[in-house]
């Protein structure tokens, strides 16, 4: 009989070369919580979900929004901007507002791409964003030269604890909405929406949350 994998064996295992070929055709197919409606007026962006190293465990990577901008200011994010005609796909403007936002150098760094989430609307409904999921190695906190302009703190959380601290927020209505209130900095909204959705894929015997009925954010935000 099959032993039962506890926490430790998923955590060892999840940046395995195992666990990423299993990763990688079902980041492309999951049903996101929020869906584009209109997909010709919409411009698309891209932001990078940098799984990574960081003191000894697995763990993914956000910044915290500097509250001198004017919009989602002080927010959790994931590096990421729009489209620029300059970039060849979503993927090099993944990468290239990495670079700019964390100083994550493409050429020092091995960028490991492990996939990419279905483009999910922003609150407005205005931008399509593509999520790029990829695997960053060790990472030193310290040593990233982050853009102080736009980015004022660059953490990480752990893989576990963000699943043993993620929730729902349910409304009367009867839309939900995932949520880490035990993060470092609480994570909400898009983010926690992308958190989510590459949770369940990376890590499914971890993280059951179940997110039952949602309404779309852009009557929520009227």
């Known amino acids: ?84 005609l300059s970039d060849a796909n979503l993927i090099r403007t993944a ?8 100083g994550l150098d493409p050429e020092a760094v091995n960028i490991d791409l492990w996939g990419q989430l279905p483009a999910i609307p922003s609150r407005d409904g205005k931008i399509a964003i593509t999520s790029i999921v990829s695997y960053i190695g060790d990472v030193d906190i310290d040593k990233l030269a982050y853009n102080k302009h736009e980015v004022e703190e660059v953490f990480c959380e752990s893989i576990q604890s963000l699943c043993e601290s993620s929730a729902m927020t349910q409304f009367r209505s009867g839309w939900s909405l995932p949520v880490f209130p035990g993060s470092r900095h609480r994570i909400w909204g898009l983010t926690a929406i992308i958190t989510h959705h590459v949770l369940a894929v990376l890590v499914p015997t971890l993280h059951q949350l179940q997110v039952p009925h949602v309404t779309p954010l852009i009557n929520i935000f009227k």
């Not at 990468?95 to 964390?102: D, F, L, Q, S, T």
């Open 95 to 102: 990468v290239r507002e990495a670079e700019e936002e964390i």
């Open 1 to 84: 009989m099959a032993r039962m994998r506890t926490v430790k064996d998923v955590m060892d295992a999840v940046f395995s070369e195992t666990n990423k070929c299993r990763v990688k055709p079902k980041l492309s197919k999951i049903t996101p919580i929020r869906r584009i409606r209109d997909k010709e007026s919409v411009v698309s962006a891209a932001v990078l979900v940098p799984l990574c190293i960081c003191d000894g465990t697995p763990s993914i990577l956000y910044t915290l929004r500097s509250s001198k901008l004017v919009q989602h200011r002080g927010e959790v994010s994931f590096p990421g901007g729009k489209f620029d």
